[in-house]
T-cell receptor
Framework: AQSVTQLDSQVPVFEEAPVELRCNYSSSVSVYLFWYVQYPNQGLQLLLK??????LVKGINGFEAEFNKSQTSFHLRKPSVHISDTAEYFC??????????????FGPGTRLSVLP | DGGITQSPKYLFRKEGQNVTLSCEQNLNHDAMYWYRQDPGQGLRLIYYSQIVNDFQKGDIAEGYSVSREKKESFPLTVTSAQKNPTAFYLC?????????????FGSGTRLTVV
């Protein structure tokens, strides 16, 4: 079974400061990793994903994440945040589809608050 | 533009009433999903469907029902058996392949019991 841990439920940070949102996962098989962002009363939007290849993945809005297989981590980073980055961020892990369908597991989310 | 449309955006339900949430996609995705989101609890899977006329229960299917008569549509009915239906409901879709490329989400329906 797969699981996702997001250690920080809330992260306050000042505007233009760097931020790191932590994500750790457990899985016995090869995984695909994702970060989604959710603005208030909206659906989830894909920020970036790791499927294979380079462990450093760049996404939208200046975010990037690094896949670390030995530490089973996929932390999200941004060098300089803006007020508009205030949102909920979800890490997710998935294996391949099988005969039983999806096995997409979401973390509990981290609320990023960017302060002026 | 392709995407997922959920309607209505806000829905109010009286005690003992069934309500149906709509989800339509024009992405030609095979798989569709319904999630429930409560504050501080992340996303929980209600039902999912990989092909037309077939669907599977997720982690919290009790009190909910779905149908998949068309590839584009996956409506969710919240029945009177669901004792605490107030939540934010998200519909998603994806292709089905050996690699999971991720899900596309709709903008959600907020259901409130009055």
């Amino acid at each position: 079974a797969q699981s996702v841990t997001q250690l920080d439920s809330q992260v306050p940070v000042f505007e233009e400061a760097p931020v790191e949102l932590r994500c750790n996962y457990s899985s016995s098989v090869s995984v695909y990793l994702f970060w989604y962002v959710q603005y208030p009363n909206q659906g989830l939007q894909l920020l970036l994903k790791y499927l294979s290849g380079s462990t450093l993945v760049k996404g939208i809005n200046g975010f990037e994440a690094e896949f670390n297989k030995s530490q089973t981590s996929f932390h999200l980073r941004k060098p300089s945040v803006h007020i508009s980055d205030t949102a909920e961020y979800f890490c997710a892990v998935s294996g391949s589809f099988d005969n039983y369908g999806q096995n997409f597991v979401f973390g509990p989310g981290t609320r990023l608050s960017v302060l002026p | 533009d392709g995407g997922i449309t959920q309607s209505p955006k806000y829905l109010f339900r009286k005690e003992g009433q069934n309500v149906t949430l709509s989800c339509e996609q024009n992405l030609n995705h095979d798989a569709m999903y319904w999630y429930r989101q409560d504050p501080g609890q992340g996303l929980r899977l209600i039902y999912y469907s990989q092909i037309v006329n077939d669907f599977q229960k997720g982690d919290i299917a009790e009190g909910y029902s779905v149908s998949r008569e068309k590839k584009e549509s996956f409506p969710l009915t919240v029945t009177s058996a669901q004792k605490n239906p107030t939540a934010f409901y998200l519909c998603a879709s994806s292709i089905v392949s050996g690699i999971n490329y991720g899900y596309t989400f709709g903008s959600g329906t907020r259901l409130t019991v009055v």
